[in-house]
């Protein structure tokens, strides 16, 4: 990863920076704990005032820095969201509608405006949608109880609810001292930083795992700021939340309109009880390895294809593994299966070819493994990151047993291995794939082109410059190929996507 991402995740945990005076208490000298938390209930309208809230509703714009996809390193690709939010408080449920706006969506053909509607509680969700409700994510049920209990008209509640609150040593934010009560939230530690002087919670940190894409990164610091307070209905409300993860600011979101306990529709929150109950069974990113879809390439060539897509190479003297994606269960699982299929054969390492979090979560098996790992010079930074992250909360095999990365660095052409099933690594250098590298099967005129190529209903190539700046190194390099195929697609003649590509160029022309 760019130096400058290594500044943005200075501290693991997120936390603000602690006070000269640790010991003191800004703004809550010489009370306890609880009485500092009643302060700020109190700032904020009053304890009873912020109970009397049954429900919320909420219309939000936000913006969201894509860390995990984007083509380049920071400053990042950034999605674009219209939210209107209901919460009920009195049973514990969210309703939510938005629509996104994806700035990697193709022009015309693929419109960048998607619409959603999702239901969730603490235990279940759905996602509505033409044909009735469908099992929602993990991470909407996640979303869900966060903010049941600790949006900001709900954070000071819920400390007041718990048994352990607690003193932590003081913090400067924002070049103010902050005293800090804690307590324990689902098994999490959650930190309150309350303003010496209005004793206004101006932030909330915590460390957990994560539902969404950064489970990659097993104990993420989180730290959410409240700020742009304003009054309503009597209660002081901050209409702005920006998140950090891990230090890098990733969220922010904007409260256009907000009311309080308006009449709720029952239909608004309905979930399919099947559907609700299926989702909180779901493995989430703990995906098994899928040894259904396999095929054959060329001889030794494998390809396990599913929506994240492995294969598995037999070279002379040993097997080399392409990709290791999802995460630990998934790269074991292909590990597996490449012992189960060669037996005899040592895997003499794997290659990642791409820097997508989805891409790399699994090469901390490898690592545990003591596999050697074939990275991209410009990915090594975010790899090693990655393999260093703390899995505390849920440990995988390299936590339990640590192990020292072996990496090779892909800088220019490499080859690997020998024989017919001999591989060599071209980085690709694109404005948009300049974080990936292609693999070249020389004696199979074969072609992985990591995660650049998918084919849309119509015969029609996803984001045409991944494929043009392929087309471009091939040629630069060139190389002689028959077959082409990707992390999302399956093999395709090679003057077949040539052709489109070359479709594409005449149809960009100007004239």
């Excluded at 960048?112 to 996602?127: C, I, L, Q, R, W």
């Excluded at 069974?281 to 259904?292: A, L, M």
């Excluded at 390809?303 to 593994?321: A, E, H, K, N």
């Excluded at 192990?403 to 071209?426: D, F, H, K, M």
Aim: a negative charge.
């Amino acid at each position: 990863m760019a130096a400058i991402v290594l500044c943005l995740f200075p501290d693991p945990q997120g936390h603000a920076a602690p006070n000269a005076h640790a010991g003191d208490h800004p703004g809550c000298e010489r009370v306890t704990a609880r009485q500092c938390l009643e302060l700020a209930l109190a700032a904020m309208g009053g304890e009873r005032k912020l109970a009397a809230i049954t429900n919320v509703q909420l219309d939000i714009a936000e913006h969201r820095e894509l860390a995990e996809q984007s083509y380049q390193q920071a400053p990042f690709l950034t999605t674009y969201s219209r939210v209107r939010r209901s919460v009920d408080y009195k049973l514990g449920r969210v309703a939510e509608t938005g629509q996104n706006l994806w700035p990697e969506s193709d022009f015309g053909s693929k419109p960048a405006e998607s619409d959603y509607t999702f239901v969730a509680s603490a235990t279940g969700a759905v996602v509505r949608g033409g044909k009735g409700d469908t099992p929602g994510s993990l991470s909407m049920i996640d979303a869900a109880r966060e903010v049941l209990a600790l949006s900001p008209e709900r954070l000071l509640l819920t400390a007041a609810a718990t048994s352990d609150l607690h003193y932590l040593p003081a913090q400067t934010l924002r070049s103010t001292a902050h005293a800090v009560v804690a307590f324990q939230w689902r098994g999490n530690p959650v930190e309150v930083l309350l303003n010496r002087y209005t004793h206004l919670p101006d932030a909330m940190q915590t460390t957990r795992s994560f539902d969404d894409f950064w489970y990659a990164w097993g104990d993420v610091g989180q730290r959410v700021y409240f700020s742009n307070w304003k009054l309503v209905q009597g209660i002081e409300y901050p209409t702005t939340r920006i998140e950090e993860r891990n230090g890098l600011p990733w969220r922010s979101a904007q409260v256009l309109d907000v009311k309080f306990n308006t009449p709720l529709d029952d239909n608004t929150f309905a979930m399919d009880a099947k559907a609700a109950a299926q989702s909180a069974k779901s493995t989430g990113w703990r995906i098994p390895f899928d040894v259904t879809k396999r095929i054959t390439l060329a001889p030794g060539v494998d390809l396990f294809q599913g929506p994240w897509s492995v294969t598995i190479i037999r070279q002379d003297g040993g097997v080399l593994i392409l990709e290791a994606p999802i995460g630990p269960a998934f790269t074991q699982g292909a590990l597996d299966k490449a012992r189960a299929l060669y037996p005899s054969l040592p895997i003499k390492g794997v290659l990642t070819t791409s820097d997508s979090w989805p891409h790399i979560a699994g090469v901390r098996e490898a690592v545990a493994a003591k596999l050697p790992v074939y990275a991209l010079d410009l990915n090594l930074p975010i790899l090693q990151r990655m393999v260093a992250a703390p899995h505390t909360l849920h440990p995988d095999g390299l936590q339990e047993h640590p192990q020292s990365p072996i990496w090779n660095s892909v800088s220019e052409q490499r080859q690997v291995g020998v024989g017919e099933n001999r591989v060599v690594l071209y980085p690709l250098r694109g404005e948009s794939t300049g974080r990936q590298y292609m693999v070249y099967f020389p004696g199979r005129r074969l072609l992985y082109a990591s995660d650049t190529l998918v084919l849309e209903s119509g015969n029609k190539l996803y984001d045409p410059e991944l494929m043009h700046e392929v087309v471009q190194a091939v040629q630069r390099n060139r190389l002689k190929v028959d077959t082409v195929y990707a992390m999302h697609q399956g093999p395709v003649p090679w003057n077949e996507v040539t052709s489109l590509v070359s479709a594409t160029l005449r149809d960009a022309s100007p004239d």
